[in-house]
């Protein structure tokens, strides 16, 4: 992907967007960062985003966009590159490790990543995101899982059916 | 703080990443709801996911043992590796075959065809689907033969090929000295194609039986006993040989298979007494002229560290050998894992491992394992129709309490 064309007259700088998250929060972030987000690209290339008026994200709050957009600021080189062919060793390690330490996070932030990721169709985030959710529960049981993800207790109905598939399906838990 | 509602694309984003060379995870979250288990028996999950996972992994082999007079258990099994689900249960008419190959999601058997063994007909099973078509003896003259089952679409990439047309090709050797005899079926004609010309060489010497032969692009390979492999070409139907890596004639103990390699290309594995060596066949790009031979690995097997207990065994005090010699009997493609039988049962070996890449597979029964079918796919891939024919809590009438 490449880094969208400087706005007119701005050819020195870079172009900065400012994005307003669903609470309100104004961010203002250089557009080559925001432009990660497939959604977010074309509104800028049209010229959105600048000056005073922002671009509003009702979908996304502010704790959540600001953890976004910490990974957009550090990813957005590399995607300049157009994904880095000639990326050194040594840069792609230092990406890996900021991505691992990215998604160490508190669950619920996990899910709302999740979340405005795919809202945003940010490609790289949502994979990171869900490779580590999938990581997180890929070991457990069924049950587990559902606590693991915040889902009810399943109905009697449910779980009869489950103690059904267990009967059938014994060697995936051995 | 309550937890934000994963919404069904975010889910399947998630259900993607499991790992397909461990089937039980996607087979416990198909266990979670409802939904999960809706998305995950979806073909176009499943479409995918395989495209996610390109290589699907190694499951198990079929198993062909041989034939024992007593305890009469010489029906073709299924030998996970991994845990996996329980493969389809053969259909009545396979139970008595012998397996044949196996490849591309089918099953290729030999039925014998009451007293006249040469009077043979094949089955082509489809484990996933439970189709069972017959398909004739070809027309050629043969002693001994190999055959192989392949997917019959030009330029699929075999991650989806249920139900497809597909070919048999019949490999007969007229004598132990040759000429090989070459045939091609389709299942579309329903009808063996022209025998390719007969190949005759003066170092063809064998018998090739049952041999596991090796899909590479567009050309199958066997190993004849000895010095050459053979080499069909399906698009130009012709049979032509091409030369070992190490063609002295060794008279210990050797046995050999070609397989198709993680890379793409030929590999031949070989063993020697109890060495094993893995050599892959190097082709110029771009205009595929072969340069040559290149050695990958060798190494000495220590079977015996798998077997503490073999001081007792009878076999053992009979034979009076120290070294367990294993014989090379296919090898699983695509994922660089080749089987060997010995007498105490099936060793694996995984070249792409760095450490405990063999492992065996006991003999349950004292029945000489005669060959092994390896069976590659995507566990979840087995799931789908049983899921859906599940009872439900009503059929089951379990008390809510």
Redo the contacts between chains.
Sequence with gaps: MAAPESGDGNNGAARMVTLISSDNTRFEVEAAAASLSQTLQLTILDGGGGGGDGIPLPNVDSATLSKVLEYCIKHAPAAANGGAPNATAVDRAELERFDNEFVNIDQSVLYSLIMAAHNLEIEGLQSLVAKKVADMIKGKSPMEIRRTLGFPDPTPEEQAEMNAHMLEYGWAYE | ????E??H??II???????PA????L????????SWRRILTDPAFLCRYRDFHRTAPLLGFLLQRGWHNELKVSDPCFVPTT????FPRLPPECRDSSLVDCRHRRVLFQAFNGDNFLGLDFLVWDPITGGLEKVHKPPIPCLSYSAAVLCGIAGCDHRNCHGTPFRVLFLGLHYTRGPVHACLYSSETRAWGTPAVPLHHADIDSWFDFTCGALVKDELYYCVWGNKIVEYDLGENCLSLIDLPNPNRYYGSSSSVPMFMEDGSLGYACTRDSSLCLWSRKVMKPDGVVVGWVQRKAVELELEKLVPTLKNKNWYSFRKKKKLVPELISAAQGVDVVFMAASVGIFMYDFKLRNSNLSLFRNSVEIVPLQTYPFCMLAVELLPV??EI?????D?K?D?A
């Design positions: 703080m309550a937890q934000p994963l919404n694309d975010a984003e998630i259900l993607l990443r499991f790992p461990d089937p039980a995870c087979i416990r979250a198909a266990l979670v709801c409802r845990a996996a689900p329980s049983e899921m599940l009872p439900t809590a009503v089951l379990i809510p």
